[in-house]
């Protein structure tokens, strides 16, 4: 049985450092190796790359201590020790001659049976390998993470010429199961499917950019989450990249593909070439298509006619403005690509052209249009795939257009067309369970899309088998085997009223209907907390009766969750603060994605938890100092592990790498733990911290409102805070109950509504999205 004890990460660069910190994240050890350093440490530059790992924003490791898995050397003295290493890694320079080079020499010295990859961009496996006996290149293949990997889901898989099958299974299943990586299989072509189709994608937009004298704003604004692209837009990205990096995939790509009809898009237009030889190539040099200026650093952007830098301006759009307040994101597409004006213009002949080129690049680049949308999704974070997307617009809308723009569609997709397809996928449910279909451009017919262990997709389940009730904030879905999942969808699953009538009703199906409950959704995140608007509203209008009815209401859901008949399971991932927090907190136990970023953050708008999250860090800390600094400073995990050091997830909590896994593996722990469950019941015998307890903690924020770092307002938060860690005025050692702790709660939250301060906060919150200091 094929094992990973050990992996050899080969150079310390951003490539391999941030891989060999990934490693350590899944919490497998690492030898990095490097050139050999002159000076007494042989090691500084593998060393140095480990420390450039850690001080990234954000940083590639889960935490700081994470890092102790990593031990620096240098390709002189160290490389004898990949003997010891199952999995090679090399991901030095992209030079053909220097990898080349590192591999002979770990040839001579690998253990057998080790994997060993490259970490190549775009140099043909075949090129690298060439000359190597066939023992070497039984185990060589193509591992290519996409930068910064522990963020990026992307792992392309690319078999060399001779590799062993079974290798590519075992890593393909080792990065998705260990690594929580989506592996896409490649062919070995110039950039592989990523890269290629990103460059065409980073091409069109510079294009039509130039070709309707567009503002870079103009195309950021377009080219963002209004089309289900990052933040980062298009040349927001280009800047982190580097427009340096930018130009040497471009060359080697154009270099690489002379066959290839849309090749010279590739080529980088003048103005771009002016900008890396004046070194103005991005962030790494303070300027690129942005810099910052002055003492306030206010952001100017480039005019790319003039290469003179102004203040940023906002593009103005009205469609833009329209088409955000469409939630369904197809809707919106269709809207935005449709329209008469140079938003609908420019969109269109982006859109058009990327469609074109990935239509042809199926049968070189990938056989399947599945890899190249699974690609473009997982490497570029994408919200749909160029055949997702061109779904969404409508296949034959779009294909229509073309042809009345007098543009000559692919054979294959003429052919598509002659048989009567309609879209590039297709459900085909069978006895209430999700299968899809896609069609196969080669052949011309559909296909079964293969289904994949493990993974839960609540949206096909829905679409197969309904639900087994619903409203406007959740739903209550039947995902198999006894399991009831909770969905909530809110915008930003916001919990209110909704969500919790859900609550009363899926803990009123157990144990009669079902053995479990999962909390689970498919949304941004886990859940942002409370619905700050009603919840102002109502305090602005002195609803206090009602306010206080919806806060308690919110607590005896908190508590069905926790004494439920049988077990509910929160299957945490992105964000969980607040109210979101309150019901990781409370359920029986989570499964959470290792990128979970778990807070109770109320005291940002002038309150304090009130639906148990004070009772329950009083539960897990024996020390009420620790939850006072721990909620008072609203700290918030920079992952699943830290969520656990923060005391949000205990040490029976499950992780989950793959984010794709957590709604499968959640309903798993669901049914083992439900096996031996037995319920508890609400405790009477929690020790309070009492009046000793609450003078610690006031002293502590005094000290802080004295010294200055806290405001008058943030002093009185605090006292409200700690009144309830404490568990009122009372002696140190006294008995309080659960009720007890959440009556002091909501009695506090209740109070702090009314203040004119925490009101303040809560509006700047909603309409500035950060906290107020007043």
């Avoid at 989570?590 to 953050?601: F, T």
């Amino acid at each position: 049985m094929r094992s990973i004890q050990r992996v050899a990460v080969l150079g310390s660069g951003t490539m391999g450092s941030r891989i060999a910190a990934h490693f350590s994240n899944a919490g497998i050890p690492v030898i990095l190796l490097d050139l050999a350093a002159d000076g007494p440490d042989r090691n500084a530059l593998a060393r140095k790359g480990v420390e450039n790992a850690l001080k990234q924003k954000p940083t590639a490791f889960f935490v700081p201590e994470d890092t102790c898995l990593i031990q620096p050397g240098n390709f002189e003295d160290d490389l004898e020790d990949i003997r010891s290493c199952q999995w090679v890694i090399e991901a030095v320079t992209e030079n053909l001659d220097i990898k080349r080079e590192i591999w002979g020499k770990v040839d001579a010295c690998r253990a057998p049976g080790a994997i060993l990859s490259t970490n190549t961009s775009g140099i043909p496996l075949a090129r690298i390998s060439q000359g190597f006996d066939s023992g070497f290149q039984r185990q060589f293949l193509g591992a290519h993470f996409f930068n910064p990997p522990r963020y990026l889901h992307l792992l392309e898989v690319i078999p060399g010429p001779q590799t062993d099958p079974e290798i590519l299974r075992f890593v393909t299943e080792f990065a998705e199961k260990a690594l929580g990586k989506g592996a896409v299989r490649c062919k070995d072509t110039p950039n592989f499917i990523a890269n290629r189709i990103g460059s065409f994608f980073g091409s069109a937009i510079v294009r039509t950019m130039m070709e309707g004298s567009y503002t870079i704003e103009e195309v950021d604004a377009l080219t963002g989450p209004l089309i289900g692209l990052p933040k980062s837009a298009s040349f927001r990205l280009f800047d982190i990249i580097g427009l340096d990096v930018w130009a040497f995939v471009a060359q080697n790509l154009y270099d690489a593909v002379p066959g290839d009809p849309w090749r010279e898009w590739f080529v980088l237009p003048p103005f771009l070439q002016t900008m890396i030889e004046k070194g103005w190539i991005g962030q790494k040099s303070g300027q690129g298509f942005y810099k910052r200026v002055g003492p306030d650093k206010q952001i100017h952007a480039i005019d790319w006619n003039t290469l003179e830098y102004h203040p940023l301006r906002k593009a103005a759009f009205e469609s833009i403005d329209a088409a955000r307040l469409i939630p369904n994101f197809g809707e919106r597409m269709r809207k935005l690509t449709g329209g008469k004006d140079r938003a609908g213009s420019f969109l269109w002949n982006v859109l058009k052209n990327v469609f074109l080129y990935s239509a042809e690049m199926v049968g070189e680049i990938s056989d399947r249009i599945v890899e190249i949308d699974r690609a473009m999704r997982w490497g570029y974070g994408h919200k749909l795939g160029p055949f997702e997307l061109w779904d969404a617009l409508g296949f034959n809308d779009v294909a229509e257009r073309m042809l009345a723009e007098k543009t000559t569609l692919p054979e294959s997709i003429q052919r598509m067309r002659a048989e009567g397809a309609t879209s590039f996928y297709r459900p085909a449910d069978r006895l209430d369970f999700p299968h899809t279909e896609y069609f196969d451009l080669a052949a011309a017919l559909y296909q079964p899309l293969e289904t994949r262990p493990g993974v839960i997709v609540l949206s096909e389940l829905k679409r197969a088998r309904g639900v087994v009730e619903k409203n406007a904030g959740a739903s209550l879905i039947d995902i198999g085997d006894g399991v009831l999942c909770l969905e909530f969808h809110s915008k930003m699953n916001a919990i209110g009223e909704d969500a919790l009538r859900m609550i009363d009703k899926a803990t009123q199906l157990l144990p009669e209907r079902f053995d479990a409950i999962v909390i689970a959704n498919e949304g941004e995140n886990f859940s942002v907390g409370a619905n700050l608007v009603l919840l102002l509203t109502a305090a602005q209008a002195g609803e206090f009766d009602e306010l206080e009815q919806t806060i308690d209401h919110f607590q005896q859901c908190m508590l069905r969750i926790k004494y439920a008949p049988r077990p509910v399971i929160a299957s945490v991932f992105s964000r969980a603060l607040g109210g979101g927090c309150e019901v990781v907190l409370q359920s029986h136990a989570a499964q959470a994605s290792a990128e979970s970023y778990i807070g109770l953050v109320e005291v940002g708008v002038g309150l304090i938890p009130a639906a148990g999250g004070c009772k329950e860090m009083t539960l897990r800390f024996h020390d009420p100092m620790t939850a006072f600094e721990t909620i008072g400073q609203a700290k918030v995990s920079g992952s699943a592990v830290e969520a656990r050091q923060l005391g949000f997830l205990q040490a029976t909590d499950r992780i989950s790498m793959n984010p794709e896994l957590l709604i499968g593996d959640a309903k798993q722990l669901a049914l083992q733990i439900s096996r031996s469950y037995r319920p508890g019941s609400p405790r009477s015998d929690i020790p309070a911290g009492g009046d000793p307890a609450y003078a610690k903690m006031r002293l502590a924020a005094w000290s802080l409102r004295e010294s200055g770092m806290i405001s008058d307002h943030d002093f009185t938060v605090g006292e409200k805070l700690a009144f309830v860690l404490s568990g009122g005025r009372v002696t140190k050692g006294s008995l309080v109950s659960e009720q007890n702790l959440l009556d002091l709660e909501r009695e506090a939250f209740l109070s702090l509504c009314g203040m004119p301060k925490t009101q303040g906060r809560i509006q700047y919150m909603l309409k500035n999205g950060k906290p107020l200091r007043n």
